[in-house]
Every structure is written in C-alpha cells, then in structure tokens.
C-alpha cells in the first residue's frame, strides 16, 4: 500500500509539473527569445566593474617551472568518468545518450582517451562540441516578456567528459599551489555555505574575545 500511494504521489506531481508548462504561455516570438539570451551576457558582463587584481597578483609566488602541465589522459580515469554521467544528461536527441557511455565505457575509453590527448596536445577544442541546446524555463507563472526567461544551457556529453577531465587537473594544480583563496567556498570540493557561516562565527568569537580582555584590562 505504502508503494502504491508513493508511485500515484509521483505520478501526480508529474501531471501537476507538465499543467504548470502547459499553462504558461511561451512568447509567440521565437526570434525574441533567441535575440534575448545570446545578448543577455553581453548586457550582465558590461554592469561589472573591472577588478583591480588581475591573475598576476596569483602567480606571482609561483615559480615558471611548475606551470600547469596537463597530464596523459588513459582509458580507466574515462571509465570513472563515464560512471558518475547522469542517465539522462544528453542536450538533446541529436545528441549520443550518455547511457551508451556507461554500458560501454570499455570499448569506448581507449578511444576517447586518445582524442582527449589529441586535443590537449594540438590546443584544440572541437567547434561541434561548443554548441549547446538551451531551453527557456519562465521565471514567473504567466510570462509576458523574454526577460522573465532564464535560460538552461546543456553541453553534449563528450563536451562535458572533456571539461571534467580538464576540471580535474586545473583544480589539482591550483589547490596544490595554493592559489584559491581560503574564503572561497562556492564550486568546491567539501566546502559549502555551512562552513563560511562556521568561519564567520569563529572570527566573531574571536574579536568579541579580544574586545573582552581590552576592557578588562581598563
């Protein structure tokens, strides 16, 4: 009985999602949308303001010798990557589903680790894999405009097994010379808001501390 009314609760929430899509009434103009998301990054990129710190100021204490350096690519760190795909993380059915991927990453490993080094070794990325399938979702219940919009950008799935393996060695180098910020919290690796807010209420002990022995020492 238990599973039953856990399936019919799913099944409800599906229909109540596909009634809020059906409701919502999608601009008559294509076009509109289309001339809206490909200029929004120019028009949120020109509202900030340049930062005095460039990536100098980072590499400064880092010696040219231990420049970043991307490794050999093989067939097993593939496979790892091809198991943590999502099952349904094509952008679109054009594009190769990732389960092919998964069932099979043994046959397919070898072969993408060598294009993979290919592409490190000559510096290039290909220019399909740049193309991705963007979907207007409404940020509003009855949008009027392109601006209630916001737009979900998905990667093909060999342009996403390439970034994880560049994320890889990128992230290694720097956090071996150290050059993330310690206050850095967001798009990291066992760091989340939790332990900024923790960090905050250290440094408050502290100064709340030190403002204590002050006064007792008047």
Known sequence: ?????????????SQQNNKLLEDSECPKDNEELTNFFSEVGKSLSSKINPSPITYRHFLQHINSKNSLFLSSIDAYEIQLHNRNLKMKSNSSTNDIPSNFFKIASCIVSEWLSNFFNKCTTIGKFPDSWKITHITPISKVHNPSSSSEYRPISVLLVLSK????VLYH???SYMTEHNLIDKTQYGFRVNHSTDLAITTI??????????????CSLF
């Open 1 to 13: 009985m238990k599973l039953a009314n856990e399936i019919i609760s799913i099944k409800n929430k």
């Open 169 to 171: 060695r990128v992230y």
């Open 201 to 214: 209420y250290d440094e408050l002990l502290k100064y709340f501390d030190k403002q204590l022995i002050t």
């Open 161 to 164: 097994l390439f970034e994880k």
